[in-house]
């Protein structure tokens, strides 16, 4: 027995080590003494306005303005095709050898190299849709960012209306409180599974000790599974961050060897055992892990990547893996206990209501 113990802890170091090497190609961090001047835009539609004909953003133009009517535009950045009248057709100037803009599903990124020329006039956006072009309001620099290249610098709301944009600062920035909302998913999300699961066992009648072990084995895969549902699928999206994707890939490489070590098992990993690995060993590694992300991060200060999957590809396919693999092992770890049928659904209706309780915290944010 203890021979197997010491070949899975072997095992699992292995795998997981052999993760982060994998990683390490990708891990090339930005030396920047501080981080370059950026500009994000995010398009969000009118809750009136119905989004289907004008989801698709297929061109951005910045544009500077003369004065606040903005009669005499001149075009400082521009990303993807812009055809109807009122698009801007000159070549950037000076600005563009400086700055790049780049766009994907309705998030747009604009990152300025720290030689950009200090212009203070004011600004609007022309984007193009796929139905029609929409203008947004002009937006005058404030004081409190006359030194600051360009005026645009910062976090954007640009709300999408019927026939217009309208643009606004953001107060603060569209990633803050991300942590929290990790903290404050994980706690809902594991009392919601373990009531789901409570009413399984009280419905089921089973004994005092099966009881326990099943809830055990929820707690212990939800612990494995939520790092990887935040932070490896999100992963897969667009402008994503080199602490995302590492951090990311590290917590799927260690709930897939965690997973593995279970299923493989030669002899039943008694309920004390888990709940032991689920307070010491998981929570060292995802440590660990999150530490080998933060450092190879740092000052990294804008996404590696720009293309990725849809925000719902990604929901799709994350709620894929959990329900699979929570099913999976509750069904491996009581399999003389709880038909395959009863472990998929208990897992289908965990998942389905940790997803609703999920969706409702993003919304509220």
């Known amino acids: ?12 170091v292995a795998g997981w080590m052999a993760i982060a090497i994998w990683l390490v190609p990708v891990l090339a961090a930005s030396a920047n003494p501080h981080p370059p ?4 835009f995010h398009f969000v ?22 004065t606040v009517a903005c009669k005499a535009p001149n075009l400082l950045l521009e990303y993807g095709l812009c055809r109807d009248e009122g698009c801007l057709t000159e070549v950037p ?32 956006l022309i984007a193009q849709f796929r139905d029609r072009l929409r203008i947004s309001n002009v937006m005058e620099l404030s004081p409190d960012h006359t030194t600051m290249p360009l005026t645009l610098q910062g976090d954007w709301r640009v709300e999408v209306t019927t026939n217009e944009l309208m643009l606004t600062r953001e107060r603060t920035p569209w990633r803050g409180g991300y ?77 897939v060897t965690y997973g593995l070590l279970l299923w493989f098992a ?57 329900f699979g693999y929570e099913g999976a092992l509750i069904y491996r770890l009581v399999w003389d206990k709880v038909p395959l049928l009863h472990a998929s659904l208990l897992s289908l209706s965990m998942n389905g209501v940790s997803l609703a309780v999920g969706l409702w915290l993003w919304r509220m944010h």
């Not at 700055?99 to 020329?117: E, G, M, Q, V, W």
């Not at 373990?194 to 929820?218: D, E, F, M, Q």
């Not at 990993?269 to 307070?279: A, D, E, H, N, Q």
Request: glycine letters at 6%; a neutral charge; proline letters at 5%.
């Open 1 to 12: 027995m203890l021979k197997h113990l010491r070949l899975g802890w072997i095992w699992l």
């Open 37 to 40: 001047p950026q500009a994000w």
């Open 45 to 66: 539609h009118r809750s009136s306005f119905s989004p289907l004909a004008t989801a698709e953003l297929q061109g951005l133009q910045v544009a500077e303005c003369d």
């Open 93 to 124: 100037e000076e600005t563009g050898a400086f700055a790049t803009l780049h766009c994907a599903a309705n998030t747009c990124l604009a990152i300025f190299d720290y030689d950009s020329p200090h212009i203070q006039a004011p600004f609007r």
């Open 179 to 255: 942590f929290q909302l990790f903290r404050t998913g994980f706690g809902f999300t594991i009392v919601l599974e373990l009531l789901v699961a409570l009413l399984y066992v009280a419905w089921r009648g089973v004994g005092r000790s099966l009881a326990l072990r099943i809830l055990t084995i929820v707690g212990v895969v939800h612990l494995v599974t939520f790092p990887v549902v935040w932070f490896f699928f999100p992963s897969l999206q667009p402008f994503q961050y080199t602490f995302e994707e590492i951090f990311g890939g590290i917590s799927l490489g260690i709930a």
């Open 266 to 322: 030669t002899r039943p990993v008694s309920t004390t055992k888990l709940f032991v690995s689920s307070i010491t060993i998981v929570p060292f590694m995802l440590g660990l892990g999150f530490a080998i992300a933060w450092f190879f991060s740092l000052n990294s200060w804008f996404p590696t990547t720009v293309e990725g999957f849809s925000p719902k590809t990604t929901l799709v396919l994350s709620e894929l893996f959990v």
